[in-house]
């Protein structure tokens, strides 16, 4: 038995600003979220939903993991800009170099993102959403890749990247040296057990592969928060 990736969740001081932004750069379709009020659901082969619980803490340091999105030529590239600073984004130096092709964008609430150049072999096969590029271990690459029954795309030199079976975006982890955690991660995962299946045995599961159990999580009866290998947070769902 496997967990299903369900949702991304961006903690948000303003979830139904942040939501719209996120819809106009996606494309994708605003809906009402029964636990964190505004959610977008997928249009093309993503395979999950982004949700945008609300939060009253102010975002400090860099994200542990950002949305990578493809370009299929230069002039894309820069319309993709262009329309995400039209909707609110801003440039921002997270240490990037010149001779680097991708463009490195904040989204109104200060979490970053990347438009990548065309021509990137790793994401060639990938749609608009082709990575949600994490800082990470391989340990916690192989955790994810057991977690969700994904298999590893990549395991190099400690990198370590994996994809659904269906398609959609890889999930990558960068490898060491890793960033400090400083606290709460603003980006985290909702998983789902299989319709029907003990969200309990799956609990147990994921304790077994290396996961920490943390609470109930927000919503008490409807998710259990835990911990990755490299402690970032995530939640599992009661099952639909």
């Given at each position: 038995m496997t967990s299903q990736l369900f949702a991304v969740c961006f903690d948000a001081s303003q979830p139904l600003r942040l939501a719209q932004f996120w819809s106009g750069i996606l494309g994708w379709e605003m809906a009402d979220d029964p636990h964190d009020g505004?959610?977008?659901?997928?249009?093309?082969?993503?395979?999950?939903?982004?949700?945008?619980?609300?939060t009253q803490e102010q975002k400090v340091d860099q994200n542990r993991m950002h949305f990578d999105l493809t370009s299929t030529s230069l002039e894309d590239q820069q319309q993709t800009v262009a329309k995400a600073l039209g909707l609110g984004a801003r440039h921002i130096d997270v240490g990037q170099r010149p001779e680097e092709g991708h463009v490195v964008l904040a989204d109104p609430e200060g979490n970053e993102f990347c438009v990548i150049e065309p021509g990137n072999n790793f994401l060639a096969d990938c749609g608009f959403i082709g990575a949600l590029a994490c800082d990470g271990s391989q340990e916690v690459g192989y955790f994810w890749s057991e977690?969700?029954?994904?298999?590893?795309?990549?395991d190099q030199d400690q990198e370590t990247a994996i994809r659904s079976p269906h398609g959609g975006p890889k999930i990558t982890w960068g490898g060491p040296p890793l960033m400090p955690n400083t606290g709460k991660n603003r980006l985290h995962f909702d998983l789902a057990p299989v319709v029907h299946s003990d969200r309990q045995a799956e609990v147990d599961r994921l304790l077994s592969i290396g996961a920490t159990r943390t609470g109930t999580g927000p919503g008490e009866v409807s998710r259990v928060a835990m911990t990755d290998r490299d402690g970032n947070e995530f939640c599992v769902l009661t099952p639909r």
């Amino acid at each position: 038995m496997t967990s299903q990736l369900f949702a991304v969740c961006f903690d948000a001081s303003q979830p139904l600003r942040l939501a719209q932004f996120w819809s106009g750069i996606l494309g994708w379709e605003m809906a009402d979220d029964p636990h964190d009020g505004v959610a977008l659901l997928p249009s093309d082969d993503t395979g999950f939903r982004i949700r945008f619980p609300p939060t009253q803490e102010q975002k400090v340091d860099q994200n542990r993991m950002h949305f990578d999105l493809t370009s299929t030529s230069l002039e894309d590239q820069q319309q993709t800009v262009a329309k995400a600073l039209g909707l609110g984004a801003r440039h921002i130096d997270v240490g990037q170099r010149p001779e680097e092709g991708h463009v490195v964008l904040a989204d109104p609430e200060g979490n970053e993102f990347c438009v990548i150049e065309p021509g990137n072999n790793f994401l060639a096969d990938c749609g608009f959403i082709g990575a949600l590029a994490c800082d990470g271990s391989q340990e916690v690459g192989y955790f994810w890749s057991e977690a969700l029954g994904w298999p590893l795309v990549w395991d190099q030199d400690q990198e370590t990247a994996i994809r659904s079976p269906h398609g959609g975006p890889k999930i990558t982890w960068g490898g060491p040296p890793l960033m400090p955690n400083t606290g709460k991660n603003r980006l985290h995962f909702d998983l789902a057990p299989v319709v029907h299946s003990d969200r309990q045995a799956e609990v147990d599961r994921l304790l077994s592969i290396g996961a920490t159990r943390t609470g109930t999580g927000p919503g008490e009866v409807s998710r259990v928060a835990m911990t990755d290998r490299d402690g970032n947070e995530f939640c599992v769902l009661t099952p639909r």
